[in-house]
Structure formats: structure tokens, C-alpha cells
């Protein structure tokens, strides 16, 4: 069955805002003929694509596995034609990557390193920013990319794409709870480092971070039989805004990370 690319649009707008009346203002139509466009391609497929009330707006399962399919195809579209048009054009546009103090220094380093030698024609803009402010300045349009660590929440929202490259709840349970008002609570895992040197508490960090430390005697570890839950860094970009070609090569450098290690370090 062929179904119009009109209706596939339509259907990427509402279910990006989850919102009809929103759709509509962007895409600059009336709300009634989202309305219809949407029960058009609802009849067509025999599908329901969108749970209604009157006050949100909500996909159907069906529903969201469309709405992921069709946002990576018109991503595939309209990112390729964003890039091709750089690439003909000579006129790259410079990356803004925004990223934690953490994982700019413990992760993403030797990527910076490669960057430089092999991108002389793309600038690239570090913003240093825990990582629910990186996301702001993605969804904003203020940066490109965000390389941020997972969170409650983040893969929920329909305008981002989240790649996969310990919580606040995982300490309460390690402290039984004793630690529910904690006087310094900081987004630099450094910082935390220092912090606990000096005897001001204690904290949770990765291995690799403290391991120095922990040689010069100048911290120890806590045992716990509480197992640690996995904790992912994320790439994340809007899909309101077709992928420069600075960034579909700064992606292309994440996701081959491993030979990219390999070469740099």
C-alpha cells in the first residue's frame, strides 16, 4: 500500500510535540486538517497511532513503532540533504558539543585528539554543562550534540535521538538512607574526588577515577554486597534539526570508538 509522504510528515509533527495544536502551528496548517490528516493515515494503515484526551496526547504502541521508524527515515533524508548541501558548498558548519567536566576529561579526550588531527575544515565548540543542561542546550538548538550519562527520563522525550555509547537512588540504598540531606551534592566527579581527600564525606565514583588515590592511601574504598546498576553514556541530537555534516562525523567517531582507541592511545 503506498501512503502519502504528506501523511508520514504530518504524523512525525504531531507525535514530535505530541501535541495537534503544536504540530500544526509549525508545520503551518490548521489544526483541523492535522486532525484529518492523522484519522486519514490511521484509516489507511487500520491502526490506531494516538491515544486522545482532552488534555494529551499519547502514542499507541503501534503508534510509537511507527513514529521511530518514521523519524529515522526522514532523518536519513533530510540529514543526507543537509550534508550534501555542506559538502558541495565548502561551507561547513562548526560543531557545538556539549558535554560534562567528566566525561570531556575521562572519556572523551582521545576523540577530541582525533577530531583535531583529521577535521581541519570543521571547527568544534566545547560547552562544558551537567548533563540535563546539555540536553537544554540540544533541545534549544544551541549545540548539535550532547554526550551526557543516561537518566531517568531522557529517552523519553520524542524530539530527541538517544544513542547508547549510579544513580541518586542506588546511594540511598547503599547508606540506608542516612544521607537523604547531603550538604555538598556536585556534577564534577574531580570535585567529588577532592571532597572526599579531605575527609568531607563520602562518595560514588567510577574505578578508573579513583584508582590513583586509592594507591597513595589516600582514600578506601566501601564494600557493598549492593549490586551497582549499569550506567550508559549517551549521544544524544534532535531530530528537529537536520545533522550537520560536522556532526554525522563526529557520530561516525563515537560509534567506531574502539579502533578509534586503539589508533589514539
Known sequence: MAVSADLYRTFLGVGLYLSFSRAAKE????QSAISQSIKQLEGELNMPLFVRTTKSVGFTPEGKELFDTVAKAFSILDNGVTQLQERVSQAYESLNLAATDTLCRHFLLPYFHKWQLQESEIGLH??????P?????VLNK????AVVN???GLRDNPQLEVTTSASRTFFDEV???ACRKPRFELGSVDVLLDLVEINMGISMLPNH???QKMQEGTIVRIDTDIPVPTRDIVLVRSR???????AARFTSLLINRESTRDKVL
Open 27 to 30: 508545520l503551518g496548517v490548521s
Open 126 to 131: 566545547i560547552i562544558n554543562r551537567p548533563s
Open 133 to 137: 543542561d546539555c540536553v537544554e542546550l
Open 142 to 145: 544551541e549545540a548539535q550534540l
Open 150 to 152: 543516561d537518566y531517568e
Open 175 to 177: 547508606t540506608h538512607g
Open 209 to 211: 577515577v579513583v584508582q
Open 240 to 246: 528537529l534539526v537536520p545533522q550537520s555534516e560536522g
